[in-house]
């Protein structure tokens, strides 16, 4: 089979990488809006549907040569897993993250989301929405963290709510 003809039976990745980054992100978020408690199940769902679903769905989108979408699932599952191990920290002798280290860690996504975003400027109206929301996410994330006042995480949390329906309602549409 020649590779034009494989490339055209490798299924679409979008829906697997949309729905690892809502359903991840719908947990930390309740979380972050104070509605549930920080435990095991985000830490699950981060590393296996938001980590490892994504990066599965950004490796099939680099062998459909979408650079966008292979940038965007890879890096976004590899921010789970960093997240994770932060979260987790099992370098032992190694110092826990503090809060300006977090705030530090959550400004440098939003930057970089910021940038997806630009380049979603070619793109539909909804993917442009969805990264600018995610890239305020983030600086609210930063914040909180920065200031410790738990009210940005708070509004952060609830805005997270919002933007992460957005993928999810289009990868159901869509697909």
Same mark, same amino acid.
């Given at each position: 089979?020649?590779?034009?003809?494989?490339?055209?039976?490798?299924?679409? /990745?979008? /829906?697997?990488? +949309?729905? *690892?980054?809502?359903?991840?992100?719908? @947990?930390?978020?309740?979380?972050?809006?104070?509605?549930?408690?920080?435990?095991?199940?985000?830490?699950?769902?981060?590393?296996? @549907?938001?980590?490892?679903?994504?990066?599965?769905? *950004?490796?099939?989108?680099?062998?459909?040569?979408?650079?966008?979408?292979?940038?965007?699932?890879?890096?976004?599952?590899?921010?789970?897993?960093?997240?994770?191990?932060?979260?987790?920290?099992?370098? /032992?002798?190694?110092?826990?993250?503090? +809060?300006?280290?977090? *705030?530090?860690? +959550?400004?440098?996504? *939003?930057?970089?989301?910021?940038?997806?975003?630009?380049?979603?400027?070619?793109l539909n109206r909804v993917s442009q929405l969805q990264f600018l929301s995610l890239a305020a996410l983030y600086f609210l994330l930063a914040a909180g963290n920065f200031t410790?006042?738990?009210?940005?995480?708070?509004?952060?949390?609830?805005?997270?709510? +919002?933007?992460?329906?957005? /993928?999810?309602?289009?990868?159901?549409?869509?697909?």
């Amino acid at each position: 089979m020649n590779s034009e003809k494989r490339l055209n039976t490798i299924a679409n /990745p979008s /829906p697997l990488g +949309l729905i *690892g980054f809502s359903l991840t992100a719908i @947990l930390l978020n309740l979380h972050n809006a104070g509605i549930t408690k920080f435990s095991v199940v985000i830490i699950a769902m981060g590393l296996a @549907l938001g980590g490892t679903a994504q990066i599965i769905a *950004g490796i099939m989108e680099f062998l459909r040569n979408n650079t966008f979408g292979a940038t965007t699932f890879t890096a976004y599952g590899l921010y789970w897993w960093t997240q994770i191990l932060i979260w987790l920290n099992p370098f /032992p002798g190694v110092e826990a993250a503090d +809060l300006p280290g977090s *705030g530090w860690y +959550l400004l440098l996504w *939003g930057i970089f989301t910021l940038f997806m975003f630009v380049g979603t400027l070619r793109l539909n109206r909804v993917s442009q929405l969805q990264f600018l929301s995610l890239a305020a996410l983030y600086f609210l994330l930063a914040a909180g963290n920065f200031t410790g006042n738990v009210a940005f995480t708070r509004v952060g949390g609830y805005a997270g709510l +919002l933007v992460v329906r957005q /993928p999810c309602t289009a990868a159901w549409d869509r697909y």
